[in-house]
Nanobody, 123 residues
Framework: QVHLVESGGGLAQPGGSLRLSCAASGFTFSSYAMSWARQATGKGLEWVSGISGDGSDTDYGDSVKGRFTISRDNAKNTVYLQMNSLEPEDTALYFC????????????????WGQGTLVTVSS
């Protein structure tokens, strides 16, 4: 079955950086778009970023554009989220997710999720 495992979360200072990783198994990784989403305490799930199966197309939520970069290494079945210029508002549990079909990577097409990795941005 599909299995997604996030890692790389932790504590960062405002303005700092973290790189999250998501190791995927149980499906043909390169055939599916992948996404990152996050959930802050008391908030709903927010879509953060997505990437097409071959890595050629990416998109970002408005709140992270210019600061975060999504990438993938299909040889390693891994998707990454490089987070720079972190803000306290980025504090959340970050999930990676697999697209259900095609290269449509927005929230309504995600059908499998990891357990999340916690990112805390605080001074």
């Amino acid at each position: 079955q599909v299995h997604l495992v996030e890692s790389g979360g932790g504590l960062a200072q405002p303005g700092g950086s973290l790189r999250l990783s998501c190791a995927a198994s149980g499906f043909t990784f390169s055939s599916y778009a992948m996404s990152w989403a996050r959930q802050a305490t008391g908030k709903g799930l927010e879509w953060v970023s997505g990437i097409s199966g071959d890595g050629s197309d990416t998109d970002y939520g408005d709140s992270v554009k210019g600061r975060f970069t999504i990438s993938r290494d299909n040889a390693k079945n891994t998707v990454y989220l490089q987070m720079n210029s972190l803000e306290p508002e980025d504090t959340a549990l970050y999930f990676c997710a697999k697209a259900q079909s095609g290269n449509y990577y927005y929230l309504d097409n995600l059908d499998a999720w990891g357990q999340g990795t916690l990112v805390t941005v605080s001074s």
